[in-house]
């Protein structure tokens, strides 16, 4: 029988996550090798999601360096793919979404003349700066993949408007595939703060921030913004899972630091992760990951950034884009705290971005690519 080796490059936490279901789901096939190859772009964070989902890497490139570069992320991968590509040999390469690891995985398979699927592709605010530099490594990955697996219509619609080569397929998000593994409602917590939290009586802002646009000013007002609506709202607590990175967790101790109502904690896995935005009251973050899965959860979300690249949740009314700027950040915080009416018409489950059937649909295509069977996958669609 024909076997095709495919091999899944990822590096970062969100990456992890959302491959992690496609991993599993290639390793269920005989006709398929699935190989798993780690830049090691995070390390702690990605590590935590490898052994969530109980995956084990094939190779590590464990190019991590403290307040690491654009540069160094890119150089580093491309160089330690050289030599795992020579010892691989793959039929394809799979990249997830936008990261320096995605462009530098799939650049590497290029320079290989390796094919290259792209996962959650699609993906566009048509601002080369915003969000930085993802816009630009998901545009260049674009042109160098042979399939896109984009997660919604809209997101296909953008690749055909920019008339790009290859096959596309939309699927969903592989996100919401990887909420069926984490989402457990009665499972108690293994961070003891989050178990010492009243949900039922106190109302949980769930906060995460850190990307790079941000940096400086911006985070400063939207952190800002956080402690003057915990100083408003007595019965209101945060939680912000503080990223690793320095910058982000310098801004966030200097705006944020001990109040008491305000619990800056370090990352959590990611079952802790969903079963926290599933016991918050609402979100709000500037991670492109919590958009998607906030919403499926019938959580409402305020998005901190100036774009998003993810319009569908806004449009289903459950995502609203809240800014970078203390006053607009404040302003969207208080009336969801303050109008009970407007916190109910964004409290509803919705699912624009997945059904939990991502992967599968994924595995299928690229086996259809590859002549191992003769069905296309059928386009997802939302209900
Ligand atoms: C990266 C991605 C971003 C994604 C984010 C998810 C790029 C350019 N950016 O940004 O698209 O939204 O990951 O979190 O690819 N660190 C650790 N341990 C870890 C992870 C990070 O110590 O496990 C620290 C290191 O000091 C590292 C710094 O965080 O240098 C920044 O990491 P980096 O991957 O460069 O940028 P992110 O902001 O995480
Ligand atoms: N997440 C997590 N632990 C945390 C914060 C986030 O597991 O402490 C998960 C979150 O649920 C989502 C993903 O990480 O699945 C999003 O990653 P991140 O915000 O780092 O990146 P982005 O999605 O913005 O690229």
Redesign the pocket.
């Known amino acids: 029988m024909k076997n095709i080796k495919i091999m899944s490059v990822f590096g970062?936490?969100?990456e992890a996550?959302?491959m992690a279901p496609l991993v599993k789901e290639l390793a269920r096939w005989e006709d398929i090798t699935s190989i798993c190859c780690l830049t090691g772009q995070h390390r702690e964070?990605l590590d935590?999601?490898m052994e969530i989902f109980s995956l084990q890497a094939d190779f590590d490139l464990n190019i991590m360096e403290k307040r690491q570069t654009l540069s160094t992320i890119t150089t580093k991968t491309l160089l330690g793919m050289e030599q795992v590509m020579e010892q691989c040999k793959p039929d394809m390469i799979l990249v997830h979404?936008?990261?320096s690891t995605t462009f530098a995985g799939a650049l590497a398979a290029f320079y290989h003349q390796v094919p290259v699927g792209h996962v959650e592709a699609g993906l566009r605010t048509y601002d080369k700066y915003s969000p930085f530099p993802?816009e630009m490594n998901r545009t260049l990955v674009g042109d160098i993949a042979d399939l896109h697996f984009s997660p919604t219509v809209a997101n296909a619609e953008n690749l055909r408007k920019e008339g790009i080569r290859g096959e596309i397929f939309i699927t969903g998000n592989t996100?919401i595939d990887?909420m069926a593994y984490t989402v457990k409602g009665d499972r108690p917590f293994e961070t003891a703060l989050l178990n010492q939290l009243d949900f039922a009586h106190r109302r949980v802002i769930a906060l995460?921030c850190?990307?790079r646009e941000n940096y400086g000013k911006p985070m400063e007002d939207i952190l800002t913004a956080v402690a003057k609506l915990v100083e408003t709202h007595e019965d209101v607590e945060v939680v912000y899972?503080v990223?690793l990175s320095p910058v982000v967790r310098e801004c966030a101790q200097r705006c944020l630091g001990n109040r008491p109502r305000i619990h800056l904690i370090d990352?959590?896995?990611?079952e802790?992760?969903?079963n926290l935005?599933a016991r918050c009251y609402f979100v709000m973050?500037?991670?492109?990951?919590?958009q998607e899965?906030a919403p499926a959860l019938g959580k409402p979300v305020l998005v901190l950034r100036r774009e998003t690249e993810r319009p569908e949740a806004i449009a289903a009314g459950t995502a609203k884009l809240a800014g970078v700027e203390y006053d607009a950040v404040l302003a969207a915080g208080n009336r969801l705290l303050d109008d009970p009416a407007a916190y109910q018409a964004m409290a509803k489950a919705v699912n624009p971005y997945g059904d939990g059937q991502a992967s599968a649909r994924i595995a299928q295509a690229i086996r259809w690519h590859f002549g191992l069977t003769a069905e296309r996958p059928a386009d997802f669609c939302p209900r």
Do not use: F, N, Q, W
């Open positions: 970062t936490r969100p996550i959302k964070m935590s999601v979404g936008d990261t993802e996100a990887a995460t850190h990307r899972p990223h990352p959590v896995d990611v802790e992760m969903h935005l973050t500037d991670s492109g990951g919590l899965e």
